[in-house]
């Protein structure tokens, strides 16, 4: 063995194809002019075999998520943050309470959204296979750009988030720590 071919194993063993959904807890990456760090991996059991996937990404003090979902034969990507669940309706919680589910529409920081998706599944912190049990409203605006999710873990136990769509070549210099 010679002296190049020690450099050529290391090499080969450095992944050069990092993307977006090969993210792993401390890579970095760049988006929206800033630098993240993933901090948290997650797994959405929706059942019959379909997962979602989520990655928590900081930046100094902020926080956001970026989610994937395979849709038809088509990755979606979505970067969330969370808020507070109260800023879009006091009266929500209570009527989801009430009645089982959200209005079909709801507004939010002055855009009207629409109810798309709903349903049930798991979410498994660290991509594990023992989920916590919850259910969803997803809403989009009418361009289908903003996004709008609410989800339910207990009676009276909400969180919301909010975002957009975001595109794969978005996310730049995928660096491994």
Known sequence: MGLFDKFKKKKEEIDIDITISKLKVGYILDYDLKTWEVTEYNKYDWGN????YEWELKSGNEVVYLE???EEDETEWMVTKRIPFRTIDPGLGKCIQEKGDPPDELQYNGTKFYLDDNGGGY??????????EFLFWDYMDADEELILSIEQWSEERFEASYGKYAE???FTNILPR
């Not at 075999?49 to 979602?52: C, F, I, L, N, T």
């Not at 979410?123 to 916590?132: D, H, I, S, T």
């Open 49 to 52: 075999h379909v997962y979602s």
């Open 123 to 132: 979410f498994c912190r660290g991509g594990g296979k023992e989920g916590a």
């Open 168 to 170: 794969e070549y978005e």
């Open 68 to 70: 994937q979902d395979d």
